[in-house]
């Protein structure tokens, strides 16, 4: 990822004081900061703003970390949108794996270390955009075949 890039972060936690904290950590970051306190919250803010990358809390009180990750990869798909799962609740191994089996991008525990979440953040969006450049050199590769062969 081009370090000059603004990226959109979407932050959801049912705790302000979390919001606060990844919104601080954040802050010298090129990245617009899009929070939510539920579920529900984060799927009307992504109506306003797709976001480039995520960072879901596990326990919330209307639709858990893991709900709300399906509904992101159904609407957002697999390699398009990295998430990430930030939570003190679950941090036990198998918590961990059910998040990263059902499409989670990476699993944090509390407490966390801000500068390694913060590159684990640039390093799934550097992915992102690799992937895309792909993406956009073999369809452009696919478009001068077609002309090729209509000529």
Do not use: W
């Amino acid at each position: 990822m081009d370090s000059d890039a603004a990226f959109r972060l979407l932050v959801v936690d049912d705790i302000p004081d979390n919001l606060a904290l990844l919104c601080e950590v954040f802050e010298d970051e090129p990245c617009q900061m899009i929070t939510a306190a539920s579920a529900s919250e984060a799927m009307e803010r992504i109506g306003e703003a797709a976001p480039d990358v995520a960072i879901l809390d596990v326990q919330m009180p209307d639709t858990n970390g893991y709900e709300l990750c399906q509904l992101l990869r159904d609407r957002f798909g697999m390699l398009d949108f990295p998430i990430i799962f930030l939570t003190a609740e679950r941090t036990d191994a198998q918590s961990i794996i059910h998040g990263l089996d059902i499409g989670a991008s990476d699993y944090v525990t509390k407490p966390f270390n801000a500068q390694e979440l913060k590159a684990r953040v640039r390093s799934l969006l550097r992915v992102r955009a690799e992937h895309q450049a792909r993406i956009d050199e073999a369809k452009a590769v696919t478009r001068r075949l077609f002309r090729s062969r209509s000529r």
